[in-house]
């Protein structure tokens, strides 16, 4: 099994331009999560999802936007890339409040 | 909103020795679930341990232990005969949605 993949694992943008960060997961969890982290910040909460076609704001959801069109996908959008946005964004599946598994993350910039 | 407060940045300690983590939370919850995850240099994260908050009892893994002090919100890990291997970013987390920013412990030869 896979687990959680995330993909791409690095991507460079310039401010203004748009992307997709994709998490597939296939351990059949109900919950997905975007966390970004950055120094001295840990991880924080973009989005959430509690099943098929749900989506909810986490702690920082400012400037991202999130669709589970399908039980095994999460993806992660930004509609007009900010250097604000420069971090390392983790997704991750679980049972509620069970273990988190986590992807492996993927390291943006935005010049 | 709940908080998650990770007060040591940075820690060290000598191989085969014993180093706490110390982890405090706020939360009006009564019912939840308390975390400890690892972050080695691969940046891959690590679910250390887990302690469910209606559990009198201290969860333990292995080295790993925690100190789980309900009313005042005090959830610390215990590492017991560090390994160089336990060299990573520790963070704390309350359920699966706030996490602390975190403790660099390195583990030293």
């Known amino acids: 099994n896979a687990g959680v993949t995330q993909t791409p694992k690095f991507r460079v943008l310039k401010t203004g331009q748009s992307m997709t960060l994709l998490c597939a997961q296939d351990?059949?969890?109900?919950?997905m999560y975007w966390y970004r982290q950055d120094p001295g910040m840990g991880l924080r909460l973009i989005h959430y999802?509690?099943?098929?076609?749900?989506?909810a704001k986490g702690e920082v959801p400012d400037g991202y936007n999130v669709s589970r069109l399908k039980k095994q996908n999460f993806l992660l959008g930004l509609e007009s890339a900010a250097p604000s946005q420069t971090s390392v964004y983790f997704c991750?599946?679980?049972?509620?409040?069970?273990?988190?598994?986590f992807g492996s993350g993927t390291q943006l910039s935005v010049l | 909103a709940q908080t998650v407060t990770q007060s040591q940045p940075e820690m060290s300690v000598q191989e085969a020795e014993t180093v706490t983590l110390s982890c405090t939370y706020d939360?009006?919850?009564?019912?939840?679930?308390l975390f400890w995850y690892k972050q080695p240099p691969s940046r891959q994260m690590i679910l250390v341990i887990r302690q469910e908050a209606y559990k009198q009892q201290n969860a333990t893994e292995n080295r790993f232990s925690v100190n789980f002090q309900k009313a005042a919100k005090s959830f610390s890990l215990k590492i017991s005969d560090s390994q160089l291997g336990d060299t990573a970013m520790y963070f704390c987390?309350?359920?699966?949605?706030?996490f602390g920013a975190g403790t660099r412990l390195t583990v030293k030869p």
């Open positions: 987390a309350f359920n699966d949605m706030r």
């Open positions: 351990m059949n969890h109900e919950y």
């Open positions: 999802s509690v099943g098929e076609g749900t989506t």
């Open positions: 991750a599946s679980s049972f509620t409040n069970e273990k988190l598994f």
């Open positions: 939360t009006s919850e009564n019912n939840y679930y």
